[in-house]
């Protein structure tokens, strides 16, 4: 990855933050983000992740790191779908309890992330297409 490569990225990023913390009311929350250019995947199952969310919601903070690399290649709609997914984490992850190592509870906090993810999405496209029309 060449240090265009990695700040063009990162600049798409930053301006999914703008448009998303705001819109979503996540400009209360201490919102940090780690640009990992090395791709250190930690593995969840079998899926790699591109992206992770770890929260600390009492404290309201959160920090997502992104696997640079792996996300060099995605297109725009890609790359905000994941970063969308991930802020849902924030919202979600207070409701996380795991009892006995349950990671079932984890699963759940996965679809629900991902439905919430193509909801707002989804709305996004149909505020755009009412503008336009």
């Keep these: 990855m060449t240090d265009a490569e990695f700040e063009g990225l990162k600049s798409k990023l930053m301006a999914l933050d703008e448009m998303w913390c705001e819109t979503l009311g996540l400009r209360w929350w201490a919102l940090g ?3 990992d250019r090395q791709g250190k995947k930690p593995s969840s199952g079998t899926f790699s992740e591109v992206a992770r969310c770890d929260v600390k ?3 309201k903070v959160a920090v997502i790191t992104f696997d640079m690399p792996a996300l060099l290649k995605s297109p725009d709609d890609e790359l ?3 970063f969308v997914h991930e802020l849902m984490h924030i919202f ?3 409701a996380r309890e795991l009892d006995n190592g349950d ?3 984890f699963k ?3 679809r629900v992330a991902t439905d919430l993810t193509s909801a707002f999405l989804w709305l ?3 505020l755009t297409k ?3 029309a």
């Design 33 to 35: 983000y780690v640009y």
């Design 108 to 110: 759940h906090e996965e």
């Design 57 to 59: 919601w009492w404290r």
């Design 92 to 94: 979600l992850h207070e």
């Design 80 to 82: 905000e779908k994941v």
């Design 130 to 132: 009412d503008k336009e």
């Design 124 to 126: 996004k496209e149909s």
């Design 103 to 105: 990671s079932s509870v």
